[in-house]
């Protein structure tokens, strides 16, 4: 399974859902028209000498097709407007209530961790995970525009009733969607269905104003307006429930094959299809099964794990279909569902353990920073960061429970998780280190600075991996910040990281992981819109990166690395047929290089894919490479919008 390839499925799929929507437009345009000509009919009103409308008048249908598509695309847009503030908008719309990331209740802990377990997995930052509270039902969401800000959200019968691995299961499942592209898609799907359904709340309106006016007025012309409000709102009623129609049958084609692909993948992340099996299953033996209760459940629907309404036509896949997928032997039988809470001491979650003796014992590698490069095959690499793979589950995992307990509390604390960040912006150099921690005391305050310092000692030598996993924890935090903390923070890092005119291309990249997903959370930001299809407007912009990444790996013999360019660049000649050139020193600049991934930002899904697979080669070209220079690449990675899971994949298998 290849995100890369779903992403770009997902992204047709977004056209395939306008044509529909412009079909379905079109079809209520119709029946419009239709109304208005009844409804002339029924108030005997002329047109020119003869009584009511003629069955064809060009300006009338003119006139209802521009006033109909007004209508509901104007509804559209309030609606895709309002959900631009991220998945936190659609949980808060559902009922959802945000968990706080220091709570100590079992069920939100075990849920938390599970959550921030699959996201240093998968290489992006942890979403926010809401609860809705008031829902017995095992069920479950993702939502959002992009990882940058999306969250995840249970039911409360799906945090209590579910052990740790079935509810690993549910999360794996959530993931693949936030992973495979398809938030953006269902964030564009409930704005147009709310355009169609627009009409059904308008006669809703005019109904209950009709029978009003009716009882008010006792004259012939007041009845007979009532009469046209009736029928305008009767008619508009039934024309909104026919777009819901076309509009459920738009969900149901969209979702069904999706739900399949995000079961298929949990089971892939987990290795464990009982896990997500066992849920489905739990669905099938509560009485409330997955149902949601909640009013906004019905434009929110194909969003969930389970299905939230019963429908005819309904967005998932049957019960038993998606079981017998993951577990063919299955017998057919539910069984019954113990309505308590687990609270079984073996399901309870381990208590984070003290620092190990090494730092790469807390990365999942077999060296850290200051031991040998690792032996990286680059074709392994590559097929480590087009999915998640068990082992990087495991990774996250094991990460996750070895972290101290002070790390995480910095992750989980405002003050905390900017020292943090201040902390690994540092310069490794003690002379210009000191420098850096001096500027910070100007910018901030003595215990800011100390902190800060106090952590780059603690952080010095630990794994790459294991840098990355912490900026992934401490950013659901950071975008808790006012406003004025962030211009504050973000003036901070760049000046922090800018002070001696000499940055670190490792720590620049730090830097644009932190403030990317940032600055699409606080600005609002839309995902990049794919502008590049083919690589050819791009080559000098791909040259300044392989060439950066080749000299970076061998720092000190000029012809190796002129060969690891070489490498790179021709597995993008197979494909695309062109020549890049290499760039000089001078080309290469860090305010060059941020350039050129804001333009690789801009790709299609499948050009990403493959220049990354060309930075693995200009920097694995001999299977020899750092801690830094792997995550490296993850950092390449996420500043153009491609999360990529931690490499340990790739070094297990030499």
Not at 157 to 183: K, P, Y
Not at 188 to 216: D, H, P, T
Not at 543 to 548: E, I, R
Request: with cysteine; net charge negative.
């Amino acid at each position: 399974m290849d995100f890369f390839e779903h992403q770009e499925v997902a992204r047709k799929k977004s056209h395939v859902l306008i044509f529909y929507f412009f079909l379905a437009v079109v079809g209520i345009i119709a029946a419009v028209y239709g109304l208005v000509v009844l409804i002339f009919t029924f108030s005997g009103e002329k047109i020119g000498d003869t009584p009511g409308l003629p069955f064809w008048d060009p300006s009338i249908l003119l006139f209802t097709a521009g006033g109909t598509a007004s209508v509901v695309f104007l509804a559209s847009s309030f609606k895709t407007l309002q959900l631009s503030g991220g998945g936190s908008v659609v949980a808060r719309e559902l009922g959802g209530r945000e968990l706080d990331v220091n709570t100590t209740d079992y069920h939100e802990r075990r849920l938390l961790n599970l959550v921030e377990e699959m996201a240093i997995a998968s290489g992006v930052p942890v979403p926010s995970v809401y609860v809705m509270d008031l829902e017995d039902s095992i069920n479950a969401f993702a939502a959002g525009r992009s990882p940058s800000d999306a969250v995840i959200g249970v039911t409360r019968g799906c945090m209590t009733l579910l052990t740790r691995d079935e509810l690993q299961g549910v999360i794996a499942h959530e993931f693949s969607h936030i992973l495979n592209g398809d938030m953006r898609l269902n964030i564009r799907l409930m704005g147009l269905i709310f355009g169609i359904l627009f009409l059904s709340l308008i006669g809703e309106f005019i109904l209950r104003n009709a029978f009003r006016g009716g009882s008010s007025s006792s004259k012939k012309e007041g009845a007979g307006l009532a009469l046209v409000m009736l029928v305008g709102g009767l008619g508009l009623l039934l024309i909104g429930y026919i777009g819901a129609f076309f509009a459920n049958l738009i969900k149901a084609s969209v979702s069904r094959q999706r739900e399949y692909l995000a079961d298929a993948s949990a089971v892939q992340f987990t290795r464990n299809p009982d896990g997500i099996a066992g849920a489905l299953m739990k669905i099938g033996g509560l009485s409330s099964g997955s149902k949601v209760a909640h009013p906004m459940a019905k434009d929110a629907s194909h969003l969930f794990f389970g299905s939230a309404l019963d429908s005819m036509f309904a967005t998932h896949p049957p019960l038993p279909e998606r079981i017998r997928r993951l577990l063919p032997h299955w017998e057919g039988t539910f069984g019954e569902v113990s309505l308590r809470p687990i609270t079984d001491e073996r399901e309870r979650e381990k208590k984070p353990r003290q620092a190990p003796a090494s730092a790469a014992a807390a990365s999942g590698f077999s060296i850290n920073e200051a031991g040998e490069p690792l032996r990286l095959n680059a074709e392994a690499a590559m097929e480590s960061f087009k999915t998640v793979h068990p082992e990087q589950v495991d990774l996250g995992r094991e990460l996750h429970e070895n972290l101290p307990p002070h790390w995480l509390e910095a992750c989980r604390s405002r003050a905390g998780a900017q020292c943090l960040v201040f902390a690994l912006l540092l310069a490794q150099d003690d002379t210009l280190r000191a420098q850096e921690v001096r500027r910070l005391l100007e910018l901030t305050d003595e215990g800011t600075a100390q902190r800060s310092g106090h952590l780059f000692g603690e952080l010095a030598s630990v794994h790459s991996a294991v840098k990355i996993g912490l900026i992934d924890l401490a950013i659901p935090t950071l975008r808790h910040l006012s406003r004025d903390e962030y211009a504050r923070f973000r003036e901070v890092t760049h000046r922090l990281i800018t002070s001696d005119d000499r940055v670190d291309l490792f720590e620049f990249m730090l830097l644009q992981i932190v403030t990317r997903h940032l600055d699409a959370y606080f600005e609002k930001k839309r995902p990049e819109n794919i502008r590049y299809q083919r690589l050819n407007p791009l080559l000098e912009d791909a040259g300044v990166v392989l060439s950066t990444l080749a000299a970076m790996s061998h720092p000190d013999d000029e012809t190796r690395a002129v060969g690891a360019f070489a490498a790179a660049t021709a597995r993008l000649r197979e494909r695309y047929f062109v020549e890049i050139s290499h760039q000089p020193a001078s080309n290469c600049g860090l305010d060059r290089i941020k350039n050129a991934l804001e333009k690789f930002a801009h790709a299609s899904p499948v050009l990403k894919k493959h220049f990354l697979e060309a930075c693995s080669l200009s920097v694995m070209a001999d299977e020899g490479v750092s801690s830094r220079e792997a995550e490296l690449i993850r950092a390449v990675g996420d500043a153009i919008g491609v999360p990529i899971p931690p490499f340990v994949l790739a070094a297990r298998r030499i």
